[in-house]
């Protein structure tokens, strides 16, 4: 045996079949390609993080298609946001595909037992008349909104440049949807118990009552956005602090007690919890960009003018939401203060992310 067969055999394998070659963390069961959040990968980070390819980072050629007229499968240029490292970027609530399921089947679940629980008690029928017109008109028309910022956020998921901000859009979009499904149910089981009720209504006032056409144009206004991330921001941190907390919280939560109504409350409260994560996993996305040290200026200038956009429009909507809080019979909230309430939660936001807010807004 020569020294070239010698020092050939000593070496260990540079190639082969897998597990031939040793390397560091060779023998380990969890990913080490990228570089965790905090100290230690979280199964979240495992299942998410590089699923969708990036040539920039471990491809050797580019997009193995692309479309028609030559834009990749994934294009940066798809916002005018900038961004030195888009996979900086870690969903806040960690939610991937099972615990996504997990807790969409929990909530349908609790919702469910609330409304065959007030049924089977009769609740339904001791509901104020008036109150059950409100149900009826303006509970029905709302959950056209949700259903178009579900639309505007599942179009927008499509366009991520990472699968981190692509799954965080889309948990966003399907909250929405699942909201405005949970409201048609919920306004149908109520028609088992009252036959009075006419669930074609809610589209009726949608489309026609002049209180709701504010909020239709500022739901179309961000469907008809062609950044992805203009839609994700105006979905988050205008419209729902602005209108649709202004909604659910402001007045639905607040006044369904008064009238008999101890189910609606619980039916929304779902849709408060769920914009809790989508509002934190849209500041976290926001604040990188808006702090990246070669792109932070461009997008805080992006950011405002997208605030300026969007609030205009919103507090159009919020305000001429108005005539809704003299509806009921017991009048146990009052629009002034509902509607403080949410202009000093958007301020709080933009605030705490160094956003400027525009003249009407502060002026309000």
């Known amino acids: 045996m020569n020294a070239f067969t010698q020092e050939a055999i000593a070496q260990p394998p540079r190639s082969g079949a897998a597990g ?33 390819p990036d040539p920039k980072r471990y491809l050797l050629q580019d997009f193995i298609i692309s479309f028609p007229d030559g834009t990749p499968t994934y294009s940066e240029t798809w916002t005018a946001a900038k961004s030195s490292d888009w996979h900086q970027f870690r969903a806040v609530d960690e939610e991937w595909e099972r615990t996504h399921y997990q ?21 339904p029928k001791r509901l104020d008349r008036t109150w059950v017109k409100v149900l009826e008109q303006y509970l029905g028309a709302y959950k056209h909104a949700e259903f178009g910022l579900g639309m505007a956020t599942m179009h927008a998921q499509r366009y991520g440049y990472t699968q981190m901000i692509n799954s965080a859009i889309l948990t966003n979009s399907s909250y929405k949807l699942r909201f405005a499904q949970d409201l048609t149910l919920y306004l149908a089981e109520l028609a088992l118990d ?49 209108v649709a907390e202004l909604v659910r919280s402001g007045f639905f939560m607040q006044v369904a007690a008064a009238q008999g109504d101890f189910t609606t409350p619980t039916v929304i409260s779902a849709a408060e919890g769920d914009y809790q994560r989508n509002l934190a996993n849209t500041a976290e996305l ?53 509607l403080n309430r949410a202009l000093e939660r958007i301020r709080s936001i933009t605030g705490e992310l160094g956003l400027e807010l525009p003249a009407e807004l502060k002026a309000a």
């Open 20 to 52: 031939a070659a040793q390397f560091a963390g060779w023998d380990s069961r969890k990913y080490n390609y990228y570089k965790p959040k905090g100290r230690h990968a979280t199964h979240y980070e495992d299942v998410t993080v590089d699923v969708q």
């Open 103 to 123: 807790r969409q089947s929990t909530i349908c679940g609790m919702i469910g037992s609330v409304v065959e629980n007030a049924r089977r008690a009769g609740a």
């Open 194 to 242: 009252l036959p009075e009720i006419n669930l074609d209504l809610g589209k009726q006032h949608w489309l026609e009552n002049p209180a709701w056409q504010g909020t239709r144009e500022a739901v179309e206004a961000i469907n008809g956005a062609t950044d992805y991330l203009e839609k994700y921001f105006a979905v988050n941190l205008v419209f729902e602090p602005l």
């Open 286 to 338: 926001v604040h990188i960009l808006s702090q990246d040290a070669e792109h932070g200026a461009h997008n805080r200038a992006l950011f405002n003018r997208w605030l300026a956009e969007h609030g205009k429009r919103a507090l159009a909507a919020a305000r001429q939401l108005q005539p809704m809080w003299s509806l009921p019979h017991h009048k146990v909230a009052q629009f002034p203060e509902a």
